[in-house]
């Protein structure tokens, strides 16, 4: 069992950065896949980035390639998700989430435990 706390949301302007953190509970944390999501009002629930267990592989969705870094500290039992160059289009309610099963998956029916999310909120 993983529990999951997401920190770090909150206004931010358009161009700003602002990191997320999702600190985990249990001593198997290394052996997670870590992705973040996002869902914004009405929308569906989207893929944003995905971390491997020893963090030597990420995946990122084309909409935030070049812009956001996933990265974990196994020692900390966090993982990271740095925003650069927010665009008002990343308002959205963002989510970690732990996947033991399978490899760097897109998809969120992959990823057994989430976290509760955290609001980012990007203004012009």
């Known amino acids: 069992q993983v529990q999951l706390v997401e920190s770090g949301g909150g206004l931010v302007q358009a161009g700003g950065s602002v990191r997320l953190s999702c600190a985990a509970s249990?001593?198997?944390?290394?052996?997670?896949?870590m992705g973040w999501f996002r869902q914004a009002p009405g929308k569906e629930r989207q893929f944003v980035a995905a971390i491997s267990w020893s963090g030597s592989g990420t995946t990122y969705a084309d909409s935030v390639k070049g812009r956001f870094t996933i990265s974990r500290d196994n020692a900390k039992n966090t993982v990271y998700l740095q925003m650069n160059s927010l665009k008002l289009e990343d308002t959205a309610v963002y989510y970690c989430?732990?996947?033991?099963?399978?490899?760097?998956?897109?998809?969120?029916?992959?990823?057994?435990?989430w976290g509760q999310g955290t609001q980012v909120t990007v203004s012009s």
């Open positions: 249990g001593r198997t944390f290394s052996t997670y896949v």
């Open positions: 989430a732990a996947n033991s099963r399978y490899g760097l998956e897109l998809s969120a029916m992959r990823y057994e435990y």
